[in-house]
Every structure is written in structure tokens, then in C-alpha cells.
């Protein structure tokens, strides 16, 4: 069976050039001293820092957040059977059971998402007593979200996106804070608008398992096949120490760490070339799904083991955050 390409609706590139990129500082210490851990794309630079020993992305492109600024019609073409009710979206079980933990701890009240994209997560939160909003800088995601699923969104960033202060008892950001280029910007915007006793739920990819892929990459010869940090779009990344001294910087206290069940993406995309039309045949996604749910079972053993911290073999990180004072 021949592969094809994955058509992505976004601006991302195979290949970035000098010309393309910036180096930074520490997103969370400002320090300037750092070390490179891999280069990728080209001019991408995965680095750790020397004082306080965040990954981040350095030389990082421009302005990351616009490789999301893409074209409107492939996005729909990708999402169509989404938004008729036909399909669902492979990520679903994951939503709901992120809802699941929030709900725990805010059943109802104001529940803003950041990060929304075309709404895929938002969608699973309509109801239960919830009033909810959702802000997407891309207006090609933004307006999908609103048309196809009457999502209440708005095209901005946060901080220009002009909500009340202490108004939110919820805060999403689902696989959103890693883009994130001024991450302590974002929460302090966050702190502002969420009420005294609101809480804040991020899901991030867990920086020390892309260092696990990046050894057993090495040690099997194939580093040169892997795109292991998505460095183009994914410009910090984070351990469970790191984000907890990014939240405490910011304000914020940390209340629960835990890991999330794996993302079984259906490996159909690479035949048809869509990830979210068409569920995989029978049986072709059976041994990476094994795979995925075994090594979330070491992740978990590994969390116990290490007394409730979250080692190299958990692919994320998931946190529920209230205000620290």
C-alpha cells in the first residue's frame, strides 16, 4: 500500500533557513546561557537552559504561532465529516476524560478555552451548567469554530481579547501552553481574569519523553527520520519541575500533576492523507494503539515509583492549577 503526504491546511515548512529564525532567551528565567540537545528542520535549535534547565526552542522561528495562519479550505476539507456529525474526532476519549477532571473541581460557571482552533475540545465541553468562550488567534480556525460547531470564539490573543477581570472559574489550554513564545505573558493575563477560586487545566507534551525518543532514535540508527520535537510549532518544552516553577513564578500553585491516556491517532492519515476523515481499516492501527497504551501503563508505574513525579516515559504532562494567594 503506497503512503501519501499529510495535507496540512497550515504554513509549516520541512525546511527553515537561517533567515527564518531568531534566537531567544529563557522563557522562564530570562537567562541567555544555554546548550544545544538537537537541531531539527534545519535551523531549529533544541536547547536546555544553564540556570534553570528549561527546553525550549532556540533559534525559534519568528512568529510560531502563525504556522496555525493557514489555508481555510484545506482545514475544512480535512474536518468535514467532523463538522457534518459524521465522524468523530480521534482525540474525543481524550476530551471527555480531560472534562471528566475538571468537572471534579468546577462543575459549572465560566469555562474559557485558549487555544480553541476549529473547536474540537470546545464542542465537548457545551452544557452542564457551563457558559462557554473560547479565543483563537488564527482567523482561518477561529471562524470554523464559530460557523460550523456556533461556538462562542473570538480571533485575538489573549491578552488583546478583552475579558473581565476575575471572571473565569475555569481556564483551558489543551496542548496550547508548549506554542506559547511568552509563556509567564500568558498567565499573568490568565491570573487576571480568573476568578480567586477558578483553576487553570493545561495538558502539555512532556519534554523529558522527547528526550527518551531522541536516545532510542540514536541508538537505533534512525535519527534522521524523526521530527521528535515538532520544533516549528512547539517552542518550549516542559518537565513536571519546569512547569511548576513556571506556574509558581506566575502565581499560581499546582494542586495535581497527573499523565493523560495516549492520543491513539489512526496511522490511516498516512495512506489517505487526512487525519480527522476517515477511521483506519480493522486491525491497522492495532499495533501502535498496543503500543501507546503499554507505555502509558510504564508511565504510570514510573509516576508511582518516582512518588508522584512524572518521569521520561509519560508522552504528557497534566496539570490542574489554582492561585497561589
Known sequence: MLKTSYERGGTQKDVYSESDVIKVACPLCAASGSHRIYRERGALGIVRCDSCGLMYVSPRLKEPEKVYWGDAEKYFTEARL?????????????????????????????????????????????????????????????????????????????????????????????????????????????HRILKPDGIVFIKVPNGLFNILKLSIARMAGKLSDYDIFDSYEHVVHYSQDTLKRMLHACGFKALKFYIGAPIQLPVWHKYVGQYYQYPSPPGLDRKRQTARSLFHLISVLEFYCRFGSIGYCAPNIIVIAGKSG
Open 82 to 190: 467532523i463538522f457534518e456529525g459524521k465522524a468523530r474526532h480521534h482525540r474525543d476519549p481524550n476530551y471527555l476524560a480531560d472534562l471528566s477532571v475538571i468537572e471534579r473541581y468546577k462543575p459549572r460557571g465560566n469555562f474559557l478555552d485558549i487555544g480553541t482552533n476549529m473547536g474540537f475540545f470546545l464542542r465537548n465541553a457545551r452544557g452542564r451548567g457551563r457558559t462557554i468562550y473560547g479565543v483563537e488567534p488564527s482567523p482561518s480556525l477561529s471562524e470554523m469554530a464559530r460557523k460550523y460547531f456556533g461556538l462562542n470564539v473570538r480571533t485575538a490573543f489573549l491578552e488583546t481579547a478583552g475579558f473581565d477581570s476575575s471572571f473565569f472559574d475555569v481556564v483551558t489550554m489543551t496542548d496550547v501552553f508548549e506554542h506559547l513564545t511568552e509563556p509567564k505573558k500568558m498567565l499573568a493575563e490568565v
